[in-house]
């Protein structure tokens, strides 16, 4: 069998990218969305404005196969799509996807766009705008994220927080403080979190305060801002924490205390290598290495 010359398989490759062009006029959908995905190996020009072209499908479906497909080609024009749909699109579906998408790409351009969408009335919408903003990290829209976390959807608070805590800024630490009373768990915890990360002194006693929350995560999280914060308040509540009824709060409290270098918390370690759970015994007993009393008989103890 001849094997084909070079020119006939471009040929042939063309002829199947045509073709894959005109069905993305087809009344089908299904075929659309076919086709959009058969030209996604394809860099050529041709095939990407069309695509872009194609954008204004109303089909749902084939837009976000569009989309999908062109995220990854870093085309301007797909961003300034993207942020004309956030803005002008009555679905919410294509608003919160678009959101998400510019989030994706990370362009930021799409920051005054994305800020102004926290204010959408589709709590999608919100809630993506707010994960992509802290995808871009432009701390330009950290006032905004502030505001958003007195949102009324607990899911746009989360976010928001989270956002926050990858711009980690400094400010505005009253906002946080006041997270750390929200309703929902996931709130409080990410809170605490990004107070740990600015070791902001002045939420402190706030944290005390939570360390008794009904949710574990929020203990686990509070530890970790205290842990962060560190000086001489934050032994009497880790010791305290070493009688938390959840294991995992014991340990972490364990290993921060450890970091303490105080002499008043090897008692309370010592105590603790009795602990139930093998975890919380060992990091104990790695935290009292920290002392230099103990490393002959972590073995035989544990």
Request: contains cysteine.
């Amino acid at each position: 069998m001849d094997k084909k010359t070079f020119s006939q398989k471009k040929e042939e490759e063309y002829e199947g990218v045509k073709e894959l062009l005109e069905d993305l006029n087809n009344s089908d959908w299904r075929i659309r969305v076919k086709a959009v995905y058969s030209l996604k190996k394809y860099d050529d020009p041709v095939v990407v404005d069309t695509l872009i072209n194609k954008l204004n499908d109303k089909n749902e479906n084939v837009w976000l196969s569009i989309v999908n497909v062109l995220k990854n080609k870093r085309d301007p024009r797909v961003v300034d799509f993207l942020i004309k749909t956030l803005s002008e699109d009555e679905r919410d579906e294509i608003r919160w996807h678009s959101a998400y998408f510019l989030g994706e790409i990370g362009d930021p351009k799409a920051v005054d766009s994305l800020i102004n969408s926290l204010n959408d009335p589709c709590v999608d919408v919100r809630v993506n705008a707010a994960k992509a903003l802290g995808k871009i990290g432009r701390k330009k829209a950290i006032p905004a994220l502030t505001k958003a976390l007195e949102d009324s959807e607990p899911l746009v608070r989360k976010e928001a927080i989270a956002a926050l805590n990858l711009l980690s800024p400094s400010k505005p630490i009253d906002a946080l403080v006041k997270s750390l009373s929200d309703k929902d768990r996931r709130v409080r915890s990410l809170a605490a979190i990004l107070i740990g990360k600015t070791k902001a002194q002045e939420a402190f006693d706030k944290l005390i305060g939570i360390l008794d929350d009904e949710d574990h995560i929020v203990r686990i999280s509070t530890i970790y801002a205290i842990d962060k914060i560190g000086g001489e308040q934050a032994i009497k509540p880790l010791i305290k924490a070493l009688k938390d009824p959840y294991w995992e709060v014991r340990s972490d409290a364990a290993t921060a205390l450890g970091k303490t270098g105080r002499d008043e918390v090897i008692v309370p370690l010592l105590e603790t290598l009795k602990d139930k759970n093998i975890y919380v015994r060992k990091s104990a007993a790695k935290a009292l290495e920290n002392f230099d009393i103990f490393k002959k008989q972590k073995q035989s103890i544990i």
